[in-house]
């Protein structure tokens, strides 16, 4: 059974490869592997592993946001990352862009917009199962990203965009990340939305769904956690709930297969859905679905695990392969980022987590 679902994933990824030879500019002209879109941000998490978030007696400075992070772990696995995203004209920006043109991020795309703040996070970090988060977000720059910023980032030059959805929830963002996707249809060239469901940072949070179910319909690659797909089909505020300011890891009531069903309803290739250790599951409008299994660790920080997931999703679909190894391959990135204390700044290199898989038997 589980070879014939392999031979079925690769023929769907066989097919839309065929489709991609025909784009209008070869890979060989392109200048960026891959595009990513939406968040940046200075991270300030806890300097002490279990204490409470009212007593944390300082903070170390990271950098993340979700694209931020994916942006650095696909150079770090040898891609030509570019990041479209939004600093002020501040100290933290510059922070920001010294640590990516460091990991050899393309910052080229990045504007630096007057009037508007770079974004902080502060993170707690209490293992097992509570990481609260805080957003400052307020009049945050990479909101404030415009469809001339869309226009001038070369998204017809890159092989992948990838979009994050917290980039939907305000414009000008939102209808550039619309423009942004549509030139990459235009060009053959595949998209990717993380669903990056942050309750904190909608006006409704229903608005969630209306807004990221349009989006789709201009996705190849749907990539989210269980929670986040139900998200996408929240009908009432109820159905959520936060606990522990824990903003990435909401609990939320639904039907889950509704919710997968309409998804892939939406002409999506593909599903993709993060289930923490227990890996990945892919789902396929053709009735397939595939559990990935994951790399068993000792978690000390879940946050940024997605984000590292993402990127060797990426790295894998980029080298033509099959779904399965596709989530393999970001289950062990995500798997060596739960053992560290941070997001960007601790995801692997390319040697390093090829290393490990085959250390745990390979692909």
Not at 158 to 164: A, G, I
Not at 322 to 337: E, I, P, Q, S, T
Not at 338 to 343: F, K, N, P
Request: glycine share 10%; charged share 20%; hydrophobic share 40%.
């Amino acid at each position: 059974m589980r070879q014939k679902t392999k031979t079925l994933v690769l023929i769907l990824l066989t097919t839309r490869y065929k489709l991609l030879n025909t784009n209008k500019m070869n890979n060989q002209e392109k200048i960026y592997d891959v595009t990513t879109y939406g968040r940046s941000s200075i991270d300030l998490y806890s300097q002490e592993v279990g204490s409470p978030f009212e007593d944390i007696p300082g903070f170390h400075a990271f950098v993340g946001g979700s694209p931020l992070n994916i942006a650095v772990g696909c150079s770090r696995l040898g891609l030509k990352a570019s990041l479209l995203t939004g600093v002020g004209k501040d100290k933290v920006g510059d922070f920001l862009l010294n640590f990516l043109e460091k990991e050899k991020v393309i910052t080229e795309n990045i504007p630096v917009i007057e009037g508007a703040r770079s974004s902080a996070v502060l993170l707690g970090i209490e293992p097992p199962d509570r990481f609260p988060l805080v957003y400052y977000r307020d009049n945050c720059a990479d909101s404030q990203i415009t469809i001339d910023h869309v226009l001038k980032a070369g998204i017809e030059k890159s092989r992948l965009l990838e979009v994050s959805g917290t980039a939907l929830n305000i414009e000008p963002s939102r209808s550039a990340a619309f423009l942004a996707a549509e030139i990459a249809q235009k060009n053959d060239i595949p998209v990717m939305l993380d669903l990056d469901f942050r309750a904190d940072q909608w006006h409704d949070i229903l608005a969630f769904g209306v807004t990221t179910r349009a989006f789709m319909r201009n996705t190849n690659i749907v990539l989210g956690t269980e929670e986040e797909i139900l998200a996408a089909y929240l009908t009432d505020e109820s159905q959520l709930k936060i606990s522990h300011q824990q903003i990435s890891a909401p609990e939320i009531k639904g039907d889950i297969n509704v919710a997968i069903n309409g998804i892939l309803g939406l002409g999506v290739d593909a599903l993709i859905i993060k289930t923490g250790s227990r890996g990945a599951i892919v789902y396929l409008p053709d009735g397939t679905i595939q559990e990935v299994p994951g790399f068993p660790v000792e978690v000390v920080n879940i946050l940024g695990a997605g984000d590292a997931f993402a990127a060797g999703f990426i790295y894998g679909f980029l080298k033509d392969w099959d779904l399965y190894k596709c989530c393999r391959m970001g289950n062990a990135c995500g798997a060596h980022v739960v053992t560290q204390l941070g997001c960007a700044n601790f995801t692997p290199y390319e040697k390093d987590i090829l290393e490990f898989v085959e250390s745990k038997g390979g692909f």
